[in-house]
């Protein structure tokens, strides 16, 4: 294209001022403030400018329709105008998804958040004395009952937990720990350079499957810290292998005046095994059987908000406490009110799985996972009137996630959609952009979701979600 007609396409572009005359963008400014939609169209133009100029030779670039550019605008300030952290259906299974915000809080928590958040508090304010107090006194007392330890701290996450107690109690010594116990928890956390950042120099001891006490003894010196622990979450290791247990370990400690430190990981608060979930330590058990430090997650299998407990030995965790870096570590009163109102249900076992999303769906029967799957395929059946899909039942397994027991599946049911000319590709897509998003897999060209995961309004928003798929072209 010439050089004048190419300047002629850009002069005839509409102004700001005339786009922002069109209907829709006039009814957008209700909506949304007029910077925002300002700052849409002038995108919109600066692209379309350059899409022009760029436009590949001989590809002659058409003028493009006004009412193509009022649709360019309208979707840019419908995706400028949204919120980028969204809620979304987890249709996945995965109970505890680290991608998916892992898990959910108890409705108990969320209403102390509320008042807790609306309200002045005493968060750093001692009401006996009338002075400043600390902020680490409001979870300790719940988490000393509930486990048996002498002293607790909450901070950031467990990632954030190993760090200060590794730093606090190891800084510039050794710290022995398992090969076979290096692990990685997602992308960005591996146990080996936490260890380092904190500044403790890592004794890698034993083989990745066999590790024996003698090991931990021939390696203790005078620059030994710790003794340390990790639950290898994520990963098991089958066959011939050996670990060394948390008793053998706290004897060697005992032995050479070594605190033990145990990361648990998710730190289960119940005894799972009933719910057919087994190899998961409680607290309670770690703190019983002498492990002077344990951490964990808060927003694991624990169900409540996103922190990292560290309780045992008071001397130990007086250090932690005092440690400055504690302080960039610290937990909001948003994080300690979720948290002490989680902690307060498991006083009574029966009501912490009744009440916590995450132990519900731990214990959900097969009948009332079939029951809502059975639901769900009616649901979809009666909407899908020209029969466009196949929807079926089927039994799957579910997984805890976050990390906890690989090994593990629950038996779940899961809904199943096909259809001939849908692909589950495009199910898929169609639901993981529908408002809320709705997140499922797919396998063996099938779209599915699991039944464990999903909450009441679900079935709403999955059913309308489907009438929308099958309305669309
Ligand atoms: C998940 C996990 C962590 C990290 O906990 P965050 O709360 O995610 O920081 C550390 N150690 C183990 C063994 C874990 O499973």
Redesign the pocket.
Known sequence: MSKTSMQDLLRRLPSVDALLQADAVREALDRHPRRLVLDCIRQVLETTRQRLIEGAPGDAPGEPEHATLVQAILERIEAAGSFTLRNVVNATGIIVH?NLG?SLLPREAVERLQLICRTYNNLEYNLELGRRGSRYVHAESILCELTGAESALVV???????FLVLNTLAKDMEVIVSRGQL?E??GS?R?PD?MRSSGALLREVGCTNRTHPHDFVSAINDRTALLMR?????YRILGFTAEVSLEEMVSMGRAHGLPVVE????GSLIDLSRYGLTGEPTVREAVRNGADVV??????LLGGP???VILGRKDLIDRCKKNPITRALRVDKLTLAALEATLRLYRDENRAIERIPVLRMIALSTDALNDTAQALCSLIRQIDTQQRLVVEVRSSSSQVG???LPAQNLPTRVVTVHGTEISAQKIEGFLRNNDPPIIGRIESDQFLMDTRTLLPDDLHTIGNAFARLLCSP
């Open positions: 680290t892992r950031n996450n467990n990632a954030g937990a190993v692990v928890i997602g956390f146990i936490v990790v639950h290898t979450s994520n990361d648990l990981g998710s951490t964990f997650s808060g927003d694991k996103q922190a990292g976050g990390g906890s």
